[in-house]
């Protein structure tokens, strides 16, 4: 199964190809939030170093947030036009999820963190990759109150990276970050688990963006109008 997974919800941008049960090749890049730019030349050398073609993918694979309300839409509108372009089946992920596909095995509770900006995260709850809390957007001491009471607890994300200081003073030592090489959104995890979403039959006719939250356009003309 030919899989191309598409990620720039946040500061990565990255792109994968599986070819039948292994990752051909992946391209990260952390950091510069220049998707805009590098997005779509990522992808054609992705399918080049993987000796593939837009016509030789089965699957598509997109990161549809929450995150960076332009890189999602990017994201999905790529992954969208991809599907029509070339007849690929579609699998949609959210990003909470994604991130958490990197450390399956922890035994404990894994705490994705996202910034979402004006002290605010995107965050779960999630054991074993099963959700344990809705995700939502909150703020560092109301994440705090949902945690379990009991267990360790690791931290991924960038969110985590800003707020680290904070749940370390609440939880002590129950707390810690997850190791950089799987702290942020990797788009190889994100192929996995695409594949296994497909074999599911969870695929999508289209990617739609997940937000949680209002952009601060949206908030602003709110203001307006009361």
């Known amino acids: 199964m030919n899989i191309l997974a598409v990620e720039c919800s946040g500061k990565v ?13 992946e391209i990260y890049l952390d950091g510069q939030l220049t998707h805009s730019q590098v997005f779509m030349p990522m992808v054609e050398e992705c399918l080049e170093r993987a000796n593939l073609e837009f016509g030789d993918i089965d ?16 994201g999905c509108s790529t992954a969208n036009a991809l599907h029509m372009a070339t007849g690929a089946k579609l699998v949609s992920v959210d990003a909470l999820e994604a991130l958490v596909y990197n450390l399956l095995d922890f035994d404990g509770w894994v705490v994705p963190m996202l ?11 999630y054991k074993h990759g099963q959700s344990i809390m809705t995700p939502q957007a909150c703020n560092v001491e109301g994440l705090i109150a949902a945690l379990p009471k009991e267990g360790s607890i690791l931290l991924l994300g960038e969110g985590a990276e800003l707020h680290f200081k904070t749940m ?33 039959g969870k695929t999508v006719d289209r990617c739609l963006p997940i937000y ?15």
């Open 168 to 200: 370390l003073e609440a939880l002590a030592s129950r707390v810690s970050l997850a190791p950089i090489h799987l702290r942020r959104h990797r788009p190889g995890a994100l192929a996995a688990l695409a594949m296994e979403k497909q074999v599911a």
């Open 13 to 25: 941008a990255g792109v994968a190809v599986t070819k039948e049960d292994f990752i051909a090749c």
């Open 115 to 125: 910034d979402a900006r004006a002290d605010r995260l995107y965050a779960g709850i």
């Open 212 to 226: 949680l939250r209002p952009s601060q356009a949206e908030q602003e003309r709110e203001k307006k109008v009361r």
């Open 59 to 74: 699957v598509i694979a997109c990161n549809v947030g929450p995150g960076s309300f332009t890189g999602v839409r990017i």
